[in-house]
């Protein structure tokens, strides 16, 4: 009987309990050893990471916290929810240590974190952290400093229940990344301080202005087994849709679509308003659905994330049409140039549809992970790790004038409203415990990046992956550990851009059946049995959907799971990429660049001038890789000639 235990990784952002109501579960163990997310969390680690703490003390946030550990001080920043930031950055250092180290530390306490590093600055802001908490378990610094004898008076803009769903999060990875409880106590005082304020049966009838609490106490419930933090996070989110948030004298009311307070969840026809908003409330109902089996709940999730992949995402996965609210826009109006496509607001996308996956064990959820992955978050960070987008249009005009503030087009060191650094930051430093799942007939692998995956319980196994991929198709697996004495199944999802696959299985009697999206093999295995998938890494020149009036009449280039886009430093000197035409049956060839950007494949055509009515040669660049040359003119759909 070979050994089937995992190795020794720690569970990730989503722990089921037993009894939870999915087709899946998370992987036991997962790893990502090398390629393209290696290199990429290599700079999450060793960059964006590590300067975290200097940025948060320069921008006032550690500031505010130890005003109000000391009771004294002013408020530094422009926001209430400046301690979100320290939460999420918390959070993704906790997930990183657990992949430096390999394994969690023990229970005891007793570990020295040293005196300097990412553990030494976990420590600090920790014990930062709990010094500024009340006796009575509240914490969040804006109503602590700025504004005392306010706090829940103004929950439509306030965030105090945001930041309490951040502080959570980091609290849980922390405990399950270290094993130590200092933060995690925290967070237990202050969401038993928040349940004795608004949980069911209490005086106070409110909800928060920015959903991210739903999905934290579900957590948080995973993590303690205290019942009464699912049953709060129920509570919130089935209060929400009754008109409980109106706006305040300070900022006026955008209207209850807004922050989703017009229908309930399950009666709401499409996914509408501030979309980061809507997007953490509905991966707040998908972890309610999977722990309580509500058969309501899930079908009204299908519909909303039909609706919002039909209707309002980009071809990069972002979402979010409008600058103004930050908000999705009206079915199809998808303008490229004018994208607002907060880099926030793909990982809140991720996160929803990874829960939608499990739940449903459906491939659709896992093909939108895997485009916004490469695409619409990735293109959030320069590849140096150190600058950021807070937007991710699609089109850069070539007289560009950029926005003043965090909504311009040009990479920014930090922001003044930096929520989406330390956000990028936990999902890279998590990404591991995205890419496989396992249920009691095997393992499911949903992305492909070269590490070790494993899965326990009735379906227990383990799997190396070796593979070049996005750059090329080849997809290897090796099967470490199965059961001896039965069958078990290996399913590989095949991305739905995929026209063509070929698949490699051991010479001996299996059962390999397509199941829509995966490919699925089973057998009797052998420990060190292989598995060669081969995807067709065809260029595709995508015509949009003819309603959306923006991009009708334009095509943009595909390649496996990459969007690709022009940038003008790329092309011949002096052209200008609002003069460029492409045909649908111009060649494509696609070419290894290794000195470009990192090491990337290019993909070049020839296009056509309108305004001369000549030839030119055409190059074209992952849309991840945007932006970190010299400024200039971008587009990813090209008009047709």
């Known amino acids: 009987m070979p050994d089937l235990t995992p190795p020794p990784t720690p569970p990730g952002p989503i722990r089921l309990r037993a009894h939870a109501h999915t087709a899946l579960r998370p992987a036991a163990a997962a790893r990502i050893t090398g390629g393209f997310w290696a290199a990429r969390r290599h700079i999450n680690a060793s960059v964006s990471i590590p300067q975290g703490p200097e940025r948060l003390e320069q921008a006032g946030n550690l500031a505010n916290l130890r005003a109000a550990a000391e009771g004294s001080g002013t408020f530094s920043g422009d926001y209430p929810f400046q301690d979100s930031d320290v939460h999420k950055w918390l959070e993704a250092a906790s997930w990183q240590l657990a992949d430096d180290s390999g394994k969690p530390a023990d229970d005891s306490g007793d570990d020295d974190p040293g005196d300097d590093g990412p553990a030494a600055d976990v420590a600090r802001l920790v014990s930062l952290v709990s010094a500024a908490q009340d006796p009575d378990g509240y914490l969040q610094t804006y109503y602590q400093v700025a504004r005392p004898g306010r706090r829940w008076s103004e929950l439509d803009w306030g965030h105090e229940l945001y930041c309490a769903g951040h502080l959570i999060q980091a609290a849980v990875a922390h405990h399950r990344t270290t094993g130590r409880r200092e933060l995690l106590d925290v967070a237990i005082r202050f969401a038993t301080y928040i349940d004795s304020v608004f949980g069911p049966g209490e005086k106070d009838d409110g909800i928060c202005g920015h959903p991210e609490i739903e999905t934290a106490l579900v957590e948080l419930y995973r993590e303690t087994g205290e019942r009464r933090f699912l049953d709060l996070a129920g509570h919130f989110t089935h209060r929400r849709g009754h008109g409980l948030l109106a706006g305040n004298a300070d900022r006026p009311d955008p209207g209850p679509a807004y922050w989703q307070d017009h229908l309930p969840v399950r009666e709401a026809p499409t996914v509408t308003g501030h979309a980061v908003r809507q997007l953490y409330l509905l991966a707040g109902a998908a972890d309610l659905a999977m722990e309580t089996g509500d058969a309501s709940l899930r079908e009204a999730l299908e519909r909303l994330w039909h609706a919002m992949t039909a209707e309002k995402t980009y071809v990069t996965g972002g979402v979010g049409a409008r600058h103004e609210g930050e908000a999705f826009g009206e079915p199809f109006e998808l303008p490229p140039d004018r994208a607002y496509a907060e880099t926030c607001a793909a990982i809140a996308s991720v996160q929803w549809s990874w829960r939608m996956a499990l739940l449903t064990g459906e491939t659709r959820y896992s093909d939108l992970i895997e485009r916004t992955l490469y695409n619409g978050f990735l293109s959030g960070v320069s590849l140096d790790g150190d600058r950021w987008l807070y937007v991710n249009p ?180 002096g052209l200008r990429l609002d003069d460029v035409t492409l045909a649908p049956t111009a060649r494509t060839v696609a070419e290894n660049r290794p000195d470009l950007l990192g090491g990337i494949t290019v993909v070049t055509a020839v296009g056509r001038l309108r305004s001369q009515g000549r030839e030119t040669r055409l190059t074209a660049v992952p849309y991840y890789a945007w932006a970190n040359r010299e400024d200039g003119a971008m587009r990813v759909w090209i008009p047709v000639s």
């Open 394 to 573: 699609l089109q850069v005009r070539d007289d560009h004038e950029p926005l003043p503030g965090d909504g311009t087009a040009r990479r920014t060191p930090w922001f003044r409203c930096a929520c989406c650094p330390p956000n990028m930051m936990r999902l890279l430093a998590s990404l591991p415990h995205y890419v496989a799942s396992g249920d009691t007939e095997g393992l499911q692998l949903h992305q492909y990046a070269p590490g070790g995956y494993a899965t326990d319980g009735a379906g227990a196994g383990a799997v190396t992956v070796e593979t070049d991929y996005p750059w090329k198709g080849r997809v290897t697996v090796t099967v470490d550990a199965a059961p001896a004495d039965r069958d078990w199944t290996l399913s590989l999802r095949i991305p739905s851009w995929c026209a063509e696959f070929t698949v490699t299985a051991p010479d001996r009697q299996d059962r390999t059946e397509t199941d829509p999206g995966w490919l699925r093999i089973r057998r009797r295995w052998l420990p060190g049995e292989r598995v060669v998938l081969d995807l067709a890494l065809d260029v595709r020149l995508r015509e949009p959907d003819p309603r959306v009036d923006a991009v009708r009449g334009c095509l943009a280039v595909e390649r496996g799971p990459l969007v690709y886009c022009l940038e003008s430093v790329d092309q011949e000197a």
